[in-house]
Structure formats: structure tokens, C-alpha cells
């Protein structure tokens, strides 16, 4: 029998719970509860943040789990994730929000967010996070690497820094032809996004770059930052990350990277760190048969790849 497609919509009530809508084996499941766990361990963090009188804020454990979305389904604005909170099922519950919640502001969510997350408070997110799964990491042998990053920035808001001079050849209507660099430009909507590619061919992106310090057991990321784009950001960062991991040991670990870090000075480095540098060789590079003859230099390669 067919079934009836009349469109009336008139029901004003639900009687199953957003709870009860969620598949029991949806990946968000999982990340919920380690969420929650973490953002009650922060609790005290969050008080010393927020007078205790004033008009009540967005919840701060409320905030994260809606920035986290925001990464996880790779939201492009805050105010597209206010509108998929609005209508989204699945995005409300993992939030925390009722049915018939009113959702935020994309304004104010913004506020509250510039007001909640800065460097300290994520580093400490990400602290609690890596503590859960402190018995399934290794605690010798690391990768680094580090990944580019696109900025919400349009190529036509790279404009000429002094764009009040010539003949307005820089407004960004038509750039085709016109030579562009960091030096003479800059985005008029992300005045830190910096033109940028990884290696010859490529096309030249606004973007930032990415960078993590990854344990080789199970593949778990033991530190991430994130930087302007530009030739040694990658190896400055990586140096960054391995000096606030090995300055409270005593023990040597073993660091793999790909080509991109066989130089001389940041292999010096590591050295100096107590760090051995598994890092693939390139032609005239920094490492030698001195390292490479060893057979966890082959291993740590793997991971590398």
C-alpha cells in the first residue's frame, strides 16, 4: 500500500527524547563522554574566568563542544554552526541543548568565544585529553610533521599593504598577472593568514600551518600547534615541541621527520636537546651513516611516512 505524503506537519510535541535519537554506536557517543570527563576536570578553570554576578554566559563547556563540532564537520563560520544548532539534532545533543532550546547569536557566541579560548585554556583542554590517554602512549619515540592549513580567506582580499598609493591595482578585483608576495600583501579579512606552498607545483593558498608531535606506539598526538606559514615553521615549531617535552627528562628519545628537517642546524638542536634524530636523508644533508646504520632509524622512517 503507498504510503501517504500529505505534508501536514501539525504535531506540536515529541514524545522521544534527543537521547534516545542518537544511535547507540555513533562515533560522537564516545567523544562526548571523554569530553565530558574533561570539561569536568576543568571545572575550577572555567570559574576563574566569570564574575559571580552579571547576565549568565553561553555555559563554557557548552562553547567547546559546539567548537569542537565546528572542527569534527568542518563548519566554515560561526554563523553556519549557530544555524546547524538550530536545526540539528544530533548537533544539539552533543552540545548539550534541549529541543526547544533558543538558540545563540552568532554575535554573541563569537564574544563569549574570543573571551573563553585562548592559548592557556585550549593547552589545558588538550592536557586533560592527552592524561586519559596517558598508558597507551610511548614515552620514547615520536614523529613530528607538520600540515598546511587554509585560511577563510578569499585570494581577492590579498591586497597590496599600500593599496592607497598607484593606480588601485591592488583593490583585489582582478590580481591575475599582478605580482604578489607577504612582503607587498596582506589579507584585508585575515591579516595573519600568509601565501604559502608546500612544495614546487603547488598552488599558493592563504593558510596557516599545522604541527604535531605524534607517539609512534599508537599513533596518538603528544603535542599540536599552529603558526604563521613560512619556509622554517616547521622545524621552529617541531624544536618548540621537543624542548617542552624532553625539559623534565633525563633519558634520551628518538624523533622521526621527513626530508623537509635534514638540516644542519635543527638537527644540531635536537642533538643538544638530548633528542636522536631519525630524520630522512637528503642529498647533502645533516644525517649520516652515524644514525641511519642503526635499525630504529629504518622503523622510525615508517612511521614517518
Excluded: C
Excluded at 10 to 16: D, H, I, K, L, P
Excluded at 102 to 121: E, G, T
Excluded at 125 to 146: C, I
Amino acid at each position: 500500500m503507498r504510503g501517504d505524503d500529505q505534508q501536514l506537519q501539525s504535531g506540536m510535541f515529541s514524545y522521544v527524547a534527543l537521547e534516545d535519537r542518537i544511535p547507540a554506536d555513533h562515533p560522537l557517543r564516545g567523544v562526548r563522554k571523554l569530553v565530558d570527563a574533561v570539561l569536568t576536570g576543568m571545572s575550577k578553570d572555567f570559574d576563574g574566568l566569570y564574575s559571580e554576578v552579571g547576565r549568565p554566559s553561553i555555559p563554557p563547556e557548552r562553547l567547546l563542544r559546539a567548537l569542537l563540532l565546528q572542527v569534527f564537520y568542518s563548519v566554515r563560520s560561526e554563523r553556519l554552526l549557530m544555524e546547524q544548532l538550530n536545526y540539528n539534532l544530533l548537533f544539539r545533543w552533543f552540545v548539550g541543548l534541549e529541543i526547544d532550546d533558543v538558540m545563540w547569536n552568532h554575535a554573541v557566541f563569537s564574544k563569549n568565544r574570543d573571551r573563553l579560548l585562548n592559548q592557556d585554556l585550549a593547552q589545558k583542554f588538550f592536557a586533560h585529553v592527552k592524561n586519559q590517554a596517558a598508558g597507551l602512549m610511548s614515552d620514547e619515540h615520536f614523529t613530528v610533521d607538520g600540515t598546511l592549513i587554509e585560511a577563510w580567506a578569499g585570494q581577492k582580499s590579498f591586497r597590496r599593504k599600500d593599496k592607497d598609493k598607484g593606480n588601485g591595482s591592488g583593490s583585489g578585483g582582478d590580481f591575475h598577472g599582478e605580482p604578489r608576495s607577504n612582503q607587498t600583501h596582506a589579507s584585508s579579512t585575515d591579516p595573519e593568514a600568509r601565501l604559502y606552498k608546500k612544495s614546487a607545483g603547488q598552488e599558493a593558498k592563504l593558510s596557516y600551518l599545522g604541527h604535531t608531535l605524534v607517539e609512534n606506539r599508537n599513533g596518538l598526538i603528544a603535542a599540536a600547534m599552529t603558526t604563521q606559514a613560512d619556509g622554517t615553521a616547521e622545524r621552529d615549531a617541531a624544536l618548540l615541541m621537543l624542548h617542552e617535552l624532553t625539559r623534565k627528562r633525563s633519558s634520551r628519545i628518538t624523533t622521526g621527520a621527513d626530508k623537509a628537517y635534514d638540516t644542519r642546524d635543527f638537527v644540531s638542536t635536537l642533538r643538544e636537546l638530548g633528542v636522536t634524530p631519525h630524520v630522512a636523508r637528503r642529498q647533502n644533508g645533516a644525517i649520516d651513516e652515524r644514525t641511519s646504520r642503526h635499525p630504529g632509524y629504518a622503523i622510525s622512517l615508517r612511521n614517518a611516512g
